[in-house]
């Protein structure tokens, strides 16, 4: 099957944080296996067919891509402000993969916004998934996860109604994850608990946890009840704490024979 390419070049300022994304003076490669349509009324670039579009270390896979840009003017170059991709869309970099069935990526500020089937972020440790949407900031960082949204580590897993990941880069320039903020429905699975609450955040430096709002630690047969917990997940280490202010007591319900870390 035939392929149809063409290279733009962008001349344009890239700042600090523009230079992270698409937004850059790289040229910008797009290729399709059916047709590349270049539509200069509505100053589009339509790609049908296995598309792939390059830039640097950042690639972007769907079925059908479309381009939108802008003229210079001056020297006929262009600027490409917004990418829609449609169907089986991978977006990949050094540091991880998005796939998802459409997603909509604004070049000058790195942010993506993937919907569809099969949402999912995968990163060398993580793995997050939704089910409603995801967003993905490449500039700041930042990913969200809407709608039964699971970060899966090892053999630990956080879900809830709403996560955002926190990734910053170590000294060899990869993102790692930092921090997860879980709220609505925050379980925390591992191979000895399971972990409760209305809202909880996750450290990933140190593998703790803290949870808030009606918690609860179920390991075995034995139960922890409170308002809040400290939970260290290397070391299976579980603190729980009451609430003066609204009344509610720490409890906890053991079984003769059974192990409990508290």
Known sequence: MKYFIITLALFFLAGHAQAQTLNSKEMVEISAGETLEWDQ?????????????????????????????KDNGKNSNVEIYKITANGNVRIKNLDATAISQKATYTVDSGYAVLTGGNLSITTKEQKITARERMEYNTVSGLAKAVGNAVIVQGT??????????????????????????????????????????????????????????????????????????????????????GSAQKGQRVKGVFFPGSTKNN
């Open 156 to 241: 630990d897993k956080i879900s809830a109604q709403t996560i955002t990941a926190e990734f910053v880069k170590n000294n060899q320039g990869k993102q790692n994850l930092k921090k997860a903020t879980a709220v609505g429905g925050v379980t925390i699975k591992t191979p000895d608990e399971t972990l409760t609450g209305n809202n909880g955040v996750y450290n990933a430096q140190s593998n703790t946890a803290e949870l808030k709002g009606k918690v609860k630690i179920v390991r075995g047969p034995n139960t922890l009840e409170g308002d809040r917990a400290e939970v260290n997940l290397a070391t299976n280490i579980s603190k729980m704490f």
């Open 41 to 69: 009324k509505n100053k589009q670039y339509i790609a049908r067919g296995n598309v792939e579009v390059i830039q640097g270390a950042v690639s972007i896979y769907a079925d059908n891509i479309v381009a939108d840009y």
